[in-house]
């Protein structure tokens, strides 16, 4: 007790004020170790080093908060929905859990503006905003418990910022609808997939390149083949209609992209 209180001092004497403030404000209580929450805004470009020597980062942390977050949205459909089967469910979770869809979340909290990162490729289409709010989401699970957690995901995230009869006729497999896009437009379509190590941090991602009559129409990053496929495929998309603002079939895609 008497440790949290003079952490509390320490804050609202100091420039953590701002980020306490936002915390209290976001959750609707005042968290207990601010330390774990500074910890899950640190993207592993911007790693610090403990006393023994070791990094650290959010990683761990966003681990931690993308199985919380999927097994409280899977117990929300559930409930939410108990007409529908495991393919209806699983497809909207997939929705609601996917990097792109946490990012624009993350962005709509404000919380973007707390990342600690020193990477290059910090647009908004970045997976290092999802991946922050995983591990906030990981920090609140260690600090005040699952049911604090659960009530943050549902009451803050799924209730103010998410419409689910939108996210229900969306198509967010933006793969899918370019490969779809090409076969109506009889255009050939190759995607080229290569491994990214990165030596400071030791982890390894991946780089897709989407090729449309042999040229090159999108790139994009992921921690996986699937979630790079998905990344170029969305600026893919993204580059077609606005170059092509007059076809309706691209506008269609697009207009489906928007959650």
Request: net charge positive; proline share 1%; hydrophobic share 35%.
């Amino acid at each position: 007790m008497i440790k949290n209180l003079v952490q509390r001092i320490k804050l609202f004497s100091s420039s953590g004020k701002e980020f306490y403030s936002f915390l209290k404000s976001t959750f609707g209580f005042n968290p207990y170790d601010i330390n774990l929450y500074e910890k899950s805004l640190i993207h592993r470009s911007a790693s610090k080093v403990d006393s023994q020597g070791n990094p650290v980062n959010n990683e761990r942390l966003e681990y931690l908060g993308d199985a919380i977050i999927g097994a409280v949205v899977a117990e929300f459909l559930y409930n939410r929905f108990p007409g529908q089967d495991e393919g209806f469910l699983t497809q909207m979770r997939s929705k609601l859990v996917n990097r792109v869809f946490l990012t624009k979340l993350t962005h709509r909290i404000k919380l973007d503006k707390f990342i600690q990162t020193n990477d290059n490729n910090s647009s908004e289409s970045s997976h290092i905003y999802g991946d922050a709010l995983e591990a906030l989401v990981g920090a609140l699970y260690l600090d005040r418990g699952y049911d604090k957690a659960k009530e943050f995901i549902i009451k803050k995230l799924l209730t103010d910022y998410v419409d689910l009869k939108k996210v229900e006729s969306t198509n967010t497999n933006y793969k899918s609808q370019l490969i779809e896009w090409c076969q109506k437009k009889k255009k050939k379509i190759s995607f080229e997939t290569n491994d990214n190590f990165q030596e400071k941090t030791k982890t390894i991602s991946f780089i897709s390149i989407i090729k449309i009559d042999d040229k090159i129409i999108g790139q994009g990053e992921g921690k996986s083949k699937k979630e790079a496929h998905q990344h170029a495929s969305a600026k893919a998309i993204q580059l077609i209609m606005e170059k092509n603002t007059k076809d309706i079939s691209v506008s269609n895609i697009v207009n489906n992209k928007e959650l």
